[in-house]
């Protein structure tokens, strides 16, 4: 889905911006990412609230960690990471092919 839209920041020509816009609220994928922040491993809070919008993928990286997309308010761009480590507690969107 983020390829249709763009691609992520690694493998798009403006930085994942324009998947980053597609994917969020009001965007024109109909996916309307939260920027819901993520659960802080020492005192089980969470934060990062209203700045990054953390989606797990379905795949593992480790029995501890999995792949996950990263939309950052910041660079107002969309990124994927592999080290998502499980206690972050992050957001789950399920998504038909």
């Known amino acids: 889905m983020a390829k249709h839209y763009g691609g992520v920041r690694e493998d798009a ?43 797990w993928t379905a795949s593992e990286s480790k029995p501890t960690s999995a792949w996950f997309y990263n939309f950052g308010q910041g660079g107002l761009s969309l990124n994927r990471h592999s080290d998502g480590d499980k206690q972050m507690a992050v957001s789950v969107r399920c998504v038909r092919d």
């Open 13 to 55: 020509d403006d930085s994942g911006k324009a998947a980053y816009t597609a994917l969020l609220i009001g965007g024109r994928s109909g996916f309307n990412a939260l920027l819901g922040g993520d659960r802080n491993a020492d005192d089980r809070l969470y934060t990062r609230l209203q700045a990054h919008g953390f989606y």
